[in-house]
């Protein structure tokens, strides 16, 4: 009966520990982003669309359906209150850790999401046409701030 | 006096000159057929719609629920259609061929998949 219980009592602790919600940092960032690289396929996917000013302005539209939620309006999380307090935090899609992966990868990433982080797959709630306007989009963030914050965070 | 008829003759035609014109030109530039597209979450009705080449076109969108679009950047179609209202846009095919349109306001969870073809025959 001891047993059981201190067996029970390490279990919670271990489950109390493990859905502590904590930034990935050092090893742990570098482990996941790599594996982000090499794991996330559909690296040599083209964008179909030419990156020209109506592209890019058809996915900033697109992007402001419902990425800007968690993206912000900038794409870099500005106004987004919760932004850092996921785990993992939010990145600002201007980052190199996100500007690394191809056009093919960030169009996968938003088809299908990335599991286990909060990224969910957009395939099928909006066009290919959409989508690939959102990765020209990305390709040409705004600067950091410029376009205010997502109206849902300000009214 | 063959001054005067002669006077007389080109009078009435100018006098009819103006309405055969009208008609003639009426003939040649037909009014636009109206197409009347409903749409609602998540399709188009109905989703493929017929048209020839050089034949002027009145698309009227009519949404049954929230706001709705559609937007063909090759036929130079863009309509959005306010929550539970209608709009119109004229425009004339010059290429023929399929054009695939999709919705073009976030509508929800299905917006990706509505589309509405233009099948453009001649």
Redesign the interface.
Known sequence: MRGLTLVMLSLSLFLATACKATHPKGLEARVMQTAKRRLIGNKGQKNPLPATPQTIADGKE?FS??CIACHGLDGQNTGVPFADRMSPAVPSLASPEVQEFTDGQLKQIIDYGIWPSGMPG?????????IWSIVSFMRHLPPAGSLGEPEMYSH | MMLKSFSTVALIFAALAPSVLLRLSAAANPAPRRVEVVAKRYCFNPSTVNLKKGEPVILVLKSTDVSHGVRIRELNVDVKAPKGGQAEVEFTPQVSGDFVG??SV?CG?????M?LTFHVSG
Do not use: N, P, Q, Y
């Open positions: 697109a359906h419902f957009s395939k099928g709630m909006l066009s290919e046409e959409e | 999709h919705c976030f969870a299905g917006h990706g998949s589309t």
